[in-house]
């Protein structure tokens, strides 16, 4: 959200390739503006992300600029994902139904859990976008991705994972919780599928408002 300027200045012209040269072309790359773009900017910055062949572009411009992300999404190739701040299901509602966006990202904290993140991700694929859905590093938040992303119709191919907590002691005999050449098996059972050690959480107390 930085209205053009950048830290260092110039940064990304540089970065944008140098990313793909010590990739390769093989590798499948997301880039993330986090809404720091004008129109203009945004499609010059586009233009620079589709020469080095990146494979999505997320929030181009401020998140509820709702019509300049479509204007966006209308002048480059580049697949356009966006929703992780985006609080409103009817909000959602428009930039799928007006097509302003490629891939929709509902975060599974902010957006206020599974329910209303699937329903996004449903209306998502009755226009034919596959759902990446943005997730928080903290508690068992990648535990619900992994969730989220097996039950939804319209999965994209990659998802975002900040690590595994190991805080949290728990215990999980469908799954190793490993990642294994970037990929983990999700737990299956009851629930999350996971068991919490019923110590730590007595150690908790409820707050009652
Ligand atoms: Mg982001």
């Known amino acids: ?21 010590t990739f390769g072309d ?9 809404g720091s773009y004008t129109v203009d900017e945004a499609i010059r910055i586009g233009k620079i992300l589709e020469e080095y062949k990146i494979d ?27 929703g992780e701040q985006e609080p409103s299901m009817h909000n959602f509602r428009w930039l799928i139904a007006n097509q302003a966006l490629d891939i929709v990202q509902p ?37 619900y991705m992994m969730h989220f992303v097996s039950v939804i119709p319209n999965p994209g191919q990659f998802h975002e994972f900040k690590g595994f907590n190991k805080e949290i002691p728990l215990q999980c005999v469908t799954s190793d919780l490993n990642s294994d050449g970037g990929i983990v098996s999700v737990p299956t ?21």
């Open 1 to 21: 959200m930085s209205n053009n300027i950048e830290f260092p200045s110039d940064r990304t012209e540089k970065l944008i390739p140098l990313v793909r040269k």
């Open 26 to 34: 093989d590798m499948i790359i997301y880039a993330d503006s986090n």
């Open 56 to 82: 999505f572009y997320e929030e181009p411009v401020p998140f509820d600029w709702y019509e300049e992300t479509k204007q966006v999404k209308t002048e480059l190739k580049i697949p356009i994902a966006g």
């Open 107 to 143: 975060d599974i904290f902010y957006f206020g859990g599974m329910i209303r993140s699937i329903k996004v991700a449903r209306m998502a694929e009755l226009f034919g976008m596959p759902c990446t859905p943005h997730i928080s590093g903290s508690g068992l938040g990648y535990l």
């Open 189 to 209: 059972g009851p629930g999350s599928g996971i068991e919490i050690d019923p110590d730590f959480i007595a150690k908790h107390e409820i707050i009652k408002g």
